[in-house]
């Protein structure tokens, strides 16, 4: 067949994406929420132990910048990316895995439980010391320059991480090299139980990009098509060696810090108000009426997610527990030091 000059441009919808694009990001956003919401009913069953921490109401944050990343881009996530996790391709069981802390975990049990990471899909992961991934994030993006590579990295923290040190220090070094990275700040107004009002003096969490000399902007986090777009253009912008830049995402999360915590310390009202921006029902809303999601499809897609679910969760549950000698284990890997004349 003879290639086709010029490809008809696929129909655009009212939030300026494709509706297979529009569905994409939702099919991401309900598996993301299905599978929190399982996870937290577990923890509750007593199904695990330690706790878990949610990120149900902030799905469309994570799910909108990681969707449509090449394998070779990278993630670097913090605690509450789950949705991050599944975009980039996480297999549900490897999910379930961390949480359950057994044996198939990538980690051989040995970190927080909602540390996702995986070498081949290029999700780093995290360490529990708060927006230390920006760092690291940072150092892989410099990483990327070095080899000429036209990846990026996705480096994802929440407001209160911005108050760390290391977290200045990263994107200062980043702006000055212009390198490969764009940052997502998952603004849920809260780090654990402290404000964002407490957190910083600026106004906008994204104005502290001005100091490192690259753009910032500061978007409705529960808007998935708008995230999916600014980060683009975003990623974009890096891949062409513009440098970084920093997306604030305004959002909320709907329960507490992690499952043992009540979360009182936060108005009723203001929980309300943030359940009626729910990110799922705004794209799901969209779709109906363009005709692209039917109630039948919608039923479909929920039954599909909920089987894999169940075979994730059977495979946990009849999986060991790792053995204790399993700590001192992949505690330096063997393929670093890397030096800079071997790339
Ligand atoms: C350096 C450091 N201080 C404190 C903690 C404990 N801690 C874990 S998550 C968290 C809150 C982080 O808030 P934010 O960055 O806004 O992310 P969110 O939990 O809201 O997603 C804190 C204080 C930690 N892990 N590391
Ligand atoms: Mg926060």
């Given at each position: 067949m003879p290639v086709k000059k010029t490809e008809a441009k696929p129909k655009v919808n009212k939030t300026g994406l494709s509706d297979d694009t529009l569905l994409g990001l939702y099919t991401n956003l309900v598996k993301t929420r299905m599978t929190d919401e399982r996870l937290r009913k577990l923890f509750r069953q007593g199904r695990y132990a330690g706790t878990y921490f949610s990120a149900v109401g902030q799905e469309a944050t994570t799910v909108g910048p990681t969707y449509g990343l090449f394998k070779e881009d990278i993630i670097a996530p913090s605690h509450r990316e789950i949705g991050a996790a599944i975009t980039k391709g996480i297999p549900l069981e490897q999910i379930f895995a961390q949480v359950y802390a057994r044996s198939n975990s990538p980690d051989k049990g040995k970190s927080h439980p909602c540390h996702y990471g995986s070498r081949e899909l290029g999700v780093i992961h995290p360490s529990s010391t708060v927006a230390s991934q920006s760092i690291i994030g940072t150092g892989c993006a410099m990483a990327f320059q070095i080899q000429k590579k036209n990846n990026v990295v996705l480096g994802f923290f929440g407001e209160g991480g911005t108050s760390r040190g290391g977290w200045h220090e990263a994107l200062n070094f980043a702006g000055i090299h212009k390198l490969p990275i764009v940052y997502i700040c998952?603004?849920?107004?809260?780090a654990e139980s402290v404000p964002s009002t407490r957190q910083?003096?600026?106004?906008?969490?994204?104005?502290?990009a001005k100091a490192y000399g690259f753009p910032g902007i500061t978007i409705d986090g529960n808007d998935v098509a708008l995230v999916h777009k600014t980060a683009g253009e975003a990623i974009e912008r890096a891949r062409n060696g513009e440098g970084p830049t920093l997306i604030e995402c305004l959002t909320y999360r709907?329960?507490?810090?992690?499952?043992?915590?009540?979360?009182?310390?936060?108005r009723q009202e203001e929980i309300d108000e943030w359940m009626k921006k729910d990110p799922i029902a705004r794209a799901e809303a969209q779709l109906l009426k363009s005709g692209k999601l039917t109630t039948h499809k919608r039923e479909s897609l929920v039954a599909e997610i909920e089987q894999e679910i169940e075979e994730a969760i059977k495979v946990c549950e009849t999986m060991k527990y790792v053995e204790p000698e399993e700590a001192y284990n992949d505690v330096y890997s063997t393929a670093f030091p890397v030096r800079r004349d071997e790339y």
């Open positions: 998952q603004n849920n107004l809260w910083s003096a600026v106004e906008k969490f994204s104005d502290r709907w329960y507490g810090h992690s499952e043992i915590d009540p979360a009182d310390y936060r």
